[in-house]
């Protein structure tokens, strides 16, 4: 393994490994449940956001912007721990999630198991109970 | 919204949305302790191995080849559930991990936490013990 290799597994400086598009990927998890809330992206601004006020930001590659969640919707999320992966590509938060994670309504942006079905598969809702109606929140 | 999205969003088909490079970003948790065990990601082919066995298969980016978890190292997954997100470019497995997810031998990739230190931040390592010796599994 390469020195910078070993720092970057085994050190303490936090280095995020951004990829060409300047981003690396989170995971939020509900902290009091362990679910997978969300999967999304933060680029510099938004890791330091985040660290700096305790509330999650992230960067939307859809609207290339950056973006504190629940800055529309009311359904933000404080940030409990902040963990790195060994390679320091991806970003692992605990949140306490205000209300719905998921800009559909949902507690969780997974709110559909993949089932086997034939030698085909199936989407499954569970979980999937809306807690706000999207129409009237983003006002479609 | 259009007929597209929302079939993507509120349907019952499985349609993941691969990315330009046909990768759908994979997150893995422990289905005992809900922890974030790692984040990695599969290729269309990844994905129906892993619904076909019932165990995890992923695609590495690094190494451009498919890839049995724990094919190596023994440190295999099986697969508990299978869930996908309301735009479906992420895939959230419930696994049973089989000793350690992490190269680096802990249990987690997710090994050190980020805390802030006066202006900075620093890395503190929590749940690192290692299960196995890397250097003795992967004959480096």
Same mark, same amino acid.
């Given at each position: 393994?390469?020195?910078?290799?070993?720092?970057?597994?085994?050190?303490?400086?936090?280095?995020?490994?951004?990829?060409?598009?300047?981003?690396?990927?989170?995971?939020?998890?509900?902290?009091?449940?362990?679910?997978?809330?969300?999967?999304?992206?933060?680029?510099?601004?938004?890791?330091?956001?985040?660290?700096?006020?305790?509330?999650?930001?992230?960067?939307?590659?859809?609207?290339?912007?950056?973006?504190?969640?629940? %800055?529309? #919707? &009311?359904?933000?999320?404080?940030?409990?721990?902040?963990?790195?992966?060994? =390679?320091? /590509? *991806? !970003?692992?938060?605990?949140?306490?999630?205000?209300?719905?994670?998921?800009?559909?309504?949902?507690?969780?942006?997974?709110?559909?198991?993949?089932?086997? %079905?034939? #030698? &085909?598969?199936?989407?499954?809702?569970?979980?999937?109970?809306?807690?706000? =109606?999207? /129409? *009237? !929140?983003?006002?479609?």
């Amino acid at each position: 393994m390469s020195a910078h290799s070993h720092e970057i597994e085994e050190g303490l400086a936090f280095l995020p490994n951004f990829d060409a598009a300047g981003l690396v990927t989170v995971v939020a998890t509900d902290a009091a449940t362990g679910d997978v809330l969300m999967v999304a992206h933060m680029n510099d601004e938004a890791l330091r956001k985040t660290i700096a006020t305790g509330e999650a930001w992230y960067f939307s590659r859809s609207r290339k912007a950056l973006w504190r969640k629940g %800055e529309t #919707s &009311g359904q933000t999320q404080r940030v409990v721990e902040i963990r790195t992966d060994c =390679d320091q /590509d *991806a !970003v692992w938060i605990r949140v306490e999630q205000i209300g719905a994670a998921c800009h559909t309504g949902r507690r969780s942006c997974f709110y559909r198991k993949v089932e086997v %079905e034939g #030698s &085909g598969t199936r989407l499954v809702f569970t979980d999937a109970e809306r807690l706000f =109606d999207p /129409d *009237a !929140v983003y006002k479609k």
